[in-house]
């Protein structure tokens, strides 16, 4: 030390005003969330050592730095391997002339729970309204029963291979979710198939759905119609009261019942 010149002595541990744990996104942390740990500190500090751990478990991410003003940012990225729980961590730091903080593991605010579980459907029913196949004006269901509270799922249709022209819909019955599309006149013959992609509240993503757990479904829109339309009384010459009258049909498929009406002279009969 020259003369006149001072040396500062400084003895002082820093301590953290603040400790601030968040998770990007809303809900638990899951795979590819950024956890964040804000730390305030009392006076000027070198960069901190955080690591951090989930259901007990070291966490796969690599630890990056930043700082905002005098906050210090330790940032790690959820990966799908972390474990299920409740995040803890250790904060180490020094300030500028070497002084150790004590280690904090306790936040002041905030709090993160990792939740990697990615949902299940449990039963993926598929109907249509009416009996026999489907076709114009018909609603077709994809009732599906996840295995977690999931957000509204996403559904598509196709019948004979050609998406489906109608807007699928989107209801809840109880934990169930309904996929619900209607059936358009120009919706192609055949079976139906769909795909269903759902997440949890937390956004962990489904493995899609292709397959029904029960039910099916085929697209029939192909129209009958008559190769022969037989008129016929009993009797000889014209009919008059009490001969019976017929009309014979031959249709190109199985039909229903169908329904004649008829007319003599312009009047019902």
């Known amino acids: 030390v020259t003369s006149g010149s001072g040396v500062t002595h400084d003895d002082a541990v820093p301590t953290l005003?603040?400790?601030?744990?968040?998770?990007?996104?809303?809900g638990n942390g899951n795979n590819g969330d950024s956890l964040t740990?804000?730390?305030?500190?009392?006076?000027?500090?070198?960069?901190p050592v955080c690591t951090f751990d989930s259901g007990g478990a070291d966490m796969a991410g690599t630890v990056t730095y930043s700082t905002s003003s005098a906050d210090h940012i330790c940032t790690i990225a959820v990966a799908d391997g972390d474990t299920n729980g409740a995040v803890t961590f250790t904060v180490n730091?020094?300030?500028?002339?070497?002084n150790a903080g004590t280690e904090v593991t306790t936040a002041t605010s905030g709090a993160v729970t990792i939740d990697n579980t990615h949902p299940?459907?449990?039963a993926a029913v598929l109907a249509v309204a009416g009996?026999?196949?489907?076709?114009?004006?018909?609603?077709?269901t994809l009732t599906i029963t996840p295995s977690e509270t999931i957000g509204t799922?996403?559904?598509t249709f196709a019948s004979g291979g050609a998406a489906m022209a109608g807007t699928v819909t989107y209801s809840t019955s109880s934990a169930d979710h309904i996929c619900t599309i209607a059936v358009a006149d120009g919706d192609t013959n055949g079976a139906v198939t769909f795909t269903l992609d759902f997440s949890d509240s937390a956004g962990n993503a489904a493995t899609q759905v292709t397959s029904a757990s029960a039910g099916s479904v085929t697209i029939d829109n192909t129209h009958p119609t008559l190769s022969a339309a037989v008129l016929a009384v009993a009797g000889t010459g014209n009919g008059n009261n009490g001969d019976a009258l017929t009309l014979t049909i031959t249709p190109s498929e199985t039909i229903g019942t169908p329904t004649c009406t008829f007319a003599s002279g312009g009047a019902a009969m």
């Open 17 to 26: 005003s603040a400790v601030v744990e968040a998770v990007s996104g809303s």
């Open 37 to 47: 740990l804000t730390i305030t500190p009392s006076e000027a500090i070198q960069t």
């Open 93 to 98: 730091f020094e300030d500028s002339a070497g």
């Open 120 to 122: 299940t459907a449990s």
């Open 131 to 140: 009996t026999g196949n489907g076709n114009n004006g018909d609603s077709m």
């Open 153 to 155: 799922p996403t559904c």
